[in-house]
């Protein structure tokens, strides 16, 4: 029997996949050929989407197709609205969203057909529906009504209206839709892999991407973009980073939306929200918090050798949108549910059981006892 592999399995490459490329020493992230530097100033979150599934870019009559077919999925099942209102009031959104998707999938004319058109009509409604369900979630919660969608808006132009009752000002509405672009993908990182794992024993969709939501719950994946802001609010001024810093470093704490397992470098997504969230929170008048953030970043960096990751400027970005914050995760699941239900496709289209060994430590050779012994 040979060795595990690394803790974490660390360093291990699990399959192929043309779908997105990391290279974590140099820093950068590429989609289906495309640096995400050459995407995320030009093109919109569903063209991204358009773009992983397709392999290619969207000419704009594609593109107005595309849309237009996501627009017209998003209405969620009327069984699943009542589903939803049905959880207790205190449900954490991500269990809800989880709850959510999982109920579709109960409900989807497609439910057992794993084909390549089933797959894909069944992603475009997932990607369509997603933002829906957050945004059901957010008014049931507070004793509203969920509002319909309305086709003739962008998807993310759409959530913001769903969720707050009021459309978004064009400039929110574009940083939303530019931060779902640069969670889309990421090679194979905890929850998309838990995706493949469940397709890979010919599981549906929407099982895979309810594994995926669970998977991105946790702080050390997707959850991190809340317990940053956390951080920054429990941190309070720019002048307390220092002391607050020292005793988080003597007390060994993680500091949430720092690290990461394959860059060793700057997180290229996080170039894009930094600069967005330098924007967002002087216009918001919350500019105290990108200098909490610089600050922790500046120290992070010259004490530790740490980078901020995806979740760290995001989350500053959501807090000067306004987003409540345990909303940030389910956020990420919107824009992470295109690549996952791209990985599901890819997995399926040349599948084979991801089922690895366990290198077994425990004990041997024991004999067993009747009750009156043991
Ligand atoms: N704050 C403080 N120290 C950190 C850190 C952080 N956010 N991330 C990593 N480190 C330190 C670890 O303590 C460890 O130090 P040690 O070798 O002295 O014990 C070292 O860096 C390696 O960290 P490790 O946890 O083994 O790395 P990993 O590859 O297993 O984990 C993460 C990667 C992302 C889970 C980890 O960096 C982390 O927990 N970050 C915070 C959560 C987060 O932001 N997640 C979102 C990721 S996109």
């Not at 999938?105 to 497609?110: A, E, M, R, S, T």
């Amino acid at each position: 029997m040979t060795a595990a592999a690394g803790k974490g399995l660390e360093g291990v490459v699990a399959s192929q996949t043309s779908l997105s490329f990391i290279d974590g020493l140099k820093g950068i992230l590429v989609y289906r050929g495309y640096n995400i530097h050459e995407l995320a100033p030009n093109v919109s979150f569903p063209e991204s989407v358009f773009l992983l599934w397709n392999g290619r870019l969207p000419r704009r009559t594609e593109l107005d197709e595309f849309e237009s077919a996501l627009a017209a999925q998003r209405a969620l099942d009327p069984r699943t609205v009542e589903g939803l209102k049905g959880l207790p009031t205190e449900t954490v959104p991500m269990s809800a969203l989880r709850t959510g998707v999982s109920l579709e999938g109960v409900y989807d004319p497609d439910a057992e057909d794993n084909s390549l058109e089933a797959n894909r009509r069944k992603a475009e409604r997932l990607v369509a529906r997603t933002p829906t369900i957050i945004a059901a979630i957010h008014r049931i919660r507070q004793g509203l009504e969920p509002l319909e969608p309305d086709p003739t808006l962008s998807l993310s132009a759409d959530f913001v209206r769903m969720a707050n009752g009021e459309p978004g000002t064009e400039e929110a509405v574009e940083a939303l839709d530019r931060t779902l672009l640069l969670y889309l993908d990421h090679g194979f990182n905890a929850s998309t892999f838990a995706c493949r794992v469940i397709a890979a024993t010919l599981g549906d969709m929407h099982s895979a991407v309810t594994g995926g939501v669970g998977a991105l719950k946790g702080e050390l994946h997707g959850g991190a973009n809340a317990r940053a802001m956390h951080t920054l609010l429990e941190i309070g001024d720019p002048d307390n980073v220092g002391l607050w810093l020292d005793r988080a470093f003597a007390e060994k704490r993680k500091i949430m939306g720092f690290g990461h397992r394959v860059y060793k470098t700057e997180d290229p997504r996080a170039t894009h929200l930094r600069e967005m969230s330098r924007v967002l929170t002087q216009q918001a008048g919350l500019e105290k918090f990108y200098e909490m953030s610089r600050k922790l970043e500046d120290r992070m960096i010259s004490e530790k050798g740490i980078n901020p990751n995806v979740d760290f400027y995001c989350a500053t970005v959501y807090y000067a949108l306004g987003i409540p914050i345990d909303l940030y995760t389910p956020l990420f699941a919107m824009g992470r549910m295109g690549g996952w239900t791209a990985h599901v496709m890819e997995q399926h289209a040349d599948n084979r059981l991801i089922r690895p060994r366990a290198e077994y430590v425990g004990e041997m050779d024991l004999r067993w006892a009747p009750m009156d012994q043991r």
